[in-house]
């Protein structure tokens, strides 16, 4: 089991040094992107395990797409929400009042939402997260899947209560 364990891990380990390799040509835009995904990949500090993790998740698409941090960052902007709903409470009602999310934000919950979609299937389907990570961001990547459905619940119901934007003060 031991030599199991290293043989996958030499793997991993090359297809992480073609991916380091082409990461030297990245912008500095995208080399964020794909430390926001490893940083909110990380349990208890396991950078490592989770950059081998998120590598093997993006040679996967290697061997089928084109570009693989071209569909990364599409997928990510396929998933980025525009509004968000914030409770306010104005004279004993709560009202749920649309307002307008930040870049950055934006950007960050659309990973996030990516990452808890890909557990989600890891839970259901019992396959591995690389797996559930590539096809979560292909269904992003398509404008389909469990994390979209959430942007578009999220927009939904910003725009059924667009009648009470006129109590954001924010």
């Not at 914030?86 to 659309?110: M, S």
């Amino acid at each position: 089991m031991l030599e199991g364990a290293k043989s996958m891990g030499a793997g991993a380990a090359s297809n992480c040094s073609e991916i380091l390799s082409y990461m030297g040509g990245l912008d500095s835009e995208q080399k964020q992107l794909i430390k926001k995904l490893v940083n909110f990949h990380m349990k208890e500090g396991k950078r490592t395990k989770v950059r081998a993790i998120v590598y093997q998740t993006f040679h996967r698409p290697a061997r089928t797409e084109g570009d693989v941090i071209k569909l990364m960052v599409d997928a990510v902007e396929n998933i980025k929400p525009i509004c968000k709903v914030e409770k306010v409470r104005v004279a004993g009602t709560i009202y749920d009042v649309p307002g307008i999310v930040a870049r950055d934000r934006q950007q960050t919950l659309a990973i996030r939402w990516i990452l808890e979609a890909a557990f989600k299937r890891r839970i259901s389907y019992r396959i591995s997260l690389e797996k559930c990570s590539f096809d979560e961001i292909l269904d992003a990547y398509r404008k389909r899947g469990i994390s979209r459905k959430k942007r578009e619940n999220l927009h939904g119901l910003a725009s059924a209560n667009r009648s009470f934007a006129h109590f954001r003060w924010w």
